[in-house]
């Protein structure tokens, strides 16, 4: 098999390891442009399978746990998503007293604030949870 046949398809291998993520693709991948070095090498095509089936293996069995373990890293208190916003600090943008609607900015986004104290423009809060879409904070003490 010529080398840019095996060229290509690591190639595609890899490029479609951008949509699944899980780096089983990038096995196939490497493996396959493996083989295309083995056939610019002048080995037959038995040799080349072989090659890449043995790549592969390795691949599968040392990259990929590697790959996984460093790039979706959850160690003691990670947080995401909405739990990542407990304990932020902010500062309270618009203060509406007779509604007792109170927002701040959070990450570009105005989020609305629940607070058992009155609150008032320019007070720092901190956010204790998430209920729905508001936050529910406390007022830090000056």
């Known amino acids: 098999m010529p080398a840019h046949y095996w060229l290509i398809l690591g190639i595609?291998?890899?490029i479609g390891e951008i949509?699944?993520?899980?780096?089983?693709l990038s096995c196939f991948g490497l493996a396959a442009m493996i083989s295309a070095l083995a056939s610019?090498?002048?080995?037959n095509l038995y040799w080349q399978i072989g090659?890449?089936?043995?790549?592969?293996?390795?691949?599968?069995?040392?990259?990929?746990?590697?790959?996984?373990?460093?790039?979706?890293?959850?160690?003691?208190?990670?947080?995401?998503?909405m739990d990542a916003?407990?304990?932020?600090e902010l500062?309270?943008?618009?203060?509406?007293?007779?509604?007792?609607?109170?927002?701040a900015k959070l990450d570009?986004?105005?989020?609305?604030?629940?607070?058992?104290?009155p609150l008032e423009t320019g007070d720092k809060v901190k956010v204790l949870k998430i209920e729905g879409i508001k936050l529910i904070v406390?007022?830090?003490s000056k």
């Open 12 to 14: 595609a291998l890899l």
């Open 19 to 24: 949509f699944t993520a899980d780096f089983s």
């Open 40 to 43: 610019w090498a002048g080995l």
């Open 51 to 81: 090659i890449a089936a043995a790549a592969i293996f390795v691949f599968f069995f040392t990259l990929r746990p590697f790959m996984l373990k460093h790039m979706y890293k959850k160690g003691e208190g990670f947080k995401s998503n």
């Open 85 to 88: 916003l407990s304990g932020k």
């Open 91 to 103: 500062t309270v943008c618009q203060a509406d007293k007779k509604a007792s609607k109170y927002y």
């Open 108 to 117: 570009g986004d105005f989020w609305e604030l629940s607070c058992e104290s």
């Open 138 to 140: 406390e007022k830090e």
